[in-house]
């Protein structure tokens, strides 16, 4: 069984700490103790309970992130949250809806509190080089048009000691280690209340007017834009300079030896050459 923390995940203390618009917003929040997956739990979902339903839990056991890796998900300190969102589709390219998402959780830390983190194309959220919260946005058809998003979402907020330096092959941190000292014992109820306050209204804009709302917080907090970068891939790596994204939410880089290209799945960062 999972170990339950004294900041124990509460639906009704979320609810408690949402602003009216987000509450009203969230058709069904719940909050699980163990889970494989809170992706995986909405996926699972009858289509007519998935949109606007926030799924929690204190722990996964297969959770997981981009590219078909592992998310280290241990019970006691963390966040995992997914959401269900229907898209109309036809504004924007589905392909910008991570960034958007990006954006609006680097918004939600900022108000926790935090400060020097950025955004690591396509959506991760760093601090210092490691990494502190991953995206992994997934959908399929709807039917008439529309698509069905679940938007998964780990924060890594207090991790239990010792526990990640085993099971995490990439520098990670945790936000407790960043925020004000004042700010360091805030309530992971509180924290996903904030997210979901910059997260629904965002999902909002995104399905009226696409991604240009979020453009200008996008080059706020992109790491990656002027930056040398390598390239991972196919057993191998290229380096090269990054230039920014285009409208369909691609990385535009100048390679090394071969121009400019635009990249829409790739593995990439910044490189300490």
Known sequence: MARISEDALSAEAIRGFLG??????VRELTVLAETDSTNAVLARMPA???????????????????????????PGGNLYLSLGWRLAGGVA?????????????????ERAGLSGHGIKWPND????????????????????GSVQAVIGIGLNVRMPPLA???????????????LPPAR???????????????LLPGL???????????????VRFDLLKGQRVRIEGNGGFQSGTALGIDASGGLSIDIDGYGQQVLHAAEVSIWDE
């Open 184 to 198: 360091r014992e805030i309530s992971r109820n509180v924290l996903a209340a904030m997210l979901l306050d910059e």
């Open 93 to 109: 390219p589905l392909s910008t809806l991570p960034l958007a998402v990006a954006v609006c959780l680097a918004i939600a830390l």
């Open 164 to 178: 990640g330096d085993a099971a995490i092959d990439r520098p990670w941190t945790e936000l407790a280690a960043h």
């Open 48 to 74: 007519d309970r998935k949109h606007r339903h926030v799924v929690l839990a204190e722990s996964q056991t297969r959770g997981r992130g981009r590219r078909q890796r592992s998310w280290y998900s241990p």
């Open 125 to 144: 959220i760093l601090i210092g080089g490691a990494k502190l919260a991953g995206i992994l946005v997934e959908s399929q058809s709807a039917g008439a």
């Open 20 to 25: 009216a618009a987000s509450s009203a917003a």
């Open 204 to 218: 909002e804009r995104f399905e009226l007017e696409g991604f240009e709302p979020f453009r200008k917080g996008w």
